[in-house]
Structure formats: structure tokens, C-alpha cells
């Protein structure tokens, strides 16, 4: 039995260790920072405006003391029902967490508008004189 899982092991170390991974490198062009930006986007909008309604909600629930109207006997004590207050830390939780997202939307538009792929006209000499033929090229835009 030890020789037998001595060898399995053996044999799934030597399998895994002459394993490779072959990686197509992709170039990145301007459609795909287009679609990671309207993605990032989404994601924001979809964490910031339910985090502003309950950041809005919270406050005005926390300032208006909505939870004295809730008198539950001898218990009760209105210190401890703090439902504005978690409303509120929700909703800034969501804000945050929508932020960064806004802020790579931005940057990955920007990308996307100064990278593009054009076809650029090129002189040639082939059998002694010029010819004018077209290769697909990188365009990018630097500002200063």
C-alpha cells in the first residue's frame, strides 16, 4: 500500500511539473478598455445611488428621532434602536465601495481615447523605387 501511494504521488508530481501553460498574449485595444469602463461604470452607479438613498434615508431617520415613536414596554430603551445610524454607515459603506470604481471608469475611458489602431500609409522601396502600402498601427496619444 506505501509503495503503491509513494508511486501515484510520484507519478502526479512528475505530470504537474512537466505541465504547461501556454498563454496567448492579446494585445489590449480601445473596445476592450470601452467595455471595462462601461462595466466599472455599472458597478459604480450600482453601489452609489442606493448608498446615497440610505446614507439620506439614515440621516433623515437619525435627526427626526424616528425610533422614539416606537415605545415597546419596560424594556425598551431608545439609546440602543440606532436604525438611522446604521442606515446611515451602510450607505457610506456602499459610497466607498462605489468610488473606486468610478475613479477606474474614468481612467480606462481616458485610456480608450488615447489609444487607437489606425491603418498608416508607408513608403516602400522595393525593385528600386517607392511603393505606398498600408500597415495597421498603434496610435497613441501623449498629453503633457
Do not use: H
Not at 22 to 49: C, F, H, M, N
Amino acid at each position: 500500500m506505501k509503495k503503491s501511494v509513494f508511486f501515484v504521488l510520484i507519478m502526479a508530481i512528475a505530470v504537474s511539473l512537466s505541465s504547461q501553460v501556454i498563454k496567448e498574449t492579446v494585445p489590449v485595444v480601445k473596445p476592450d478598455y470601452l467595455q471595462k469602463s462601461k462595466r466599472q461604470s455599472t458597478i459604480a452607479y450600482a453601489t452609489g445611488i442606493p448608498g446615497c438613498l440610505l446614507f439620506s434615508v439614515g440621516g433623515i431617520m437619525s435627526m427626526s428621532q424616528f425610533a422614539a415613536g416606537f415605545g415597546g414596554g419596560p424594556p425598551y430603551d431608545a439609546s440602543k434602536v440606532r436604525t438611522g445610524d446604521a442606515l446611515m454607515i451602510a450607505g457610506g459603506g456602499l459610497l466607498l465601495i462605489g468610488f473606486p470604481f468610478q475613479l477606474a471608469a474614468r481612467k480606462n475611458k481616458k485610456r480608450a481615447m488615447t489609444m487607437s489602431i489606425k491603418t498608416e500609409a508607408i513608403q516602400q522601396f522595393q525593385k528600386e523605387r517607392f511603393l505606398t502600402s498600408r500597415v495597421p498601427s498603434l496610435a497613441l496619444k501623449i498629453s503633457l
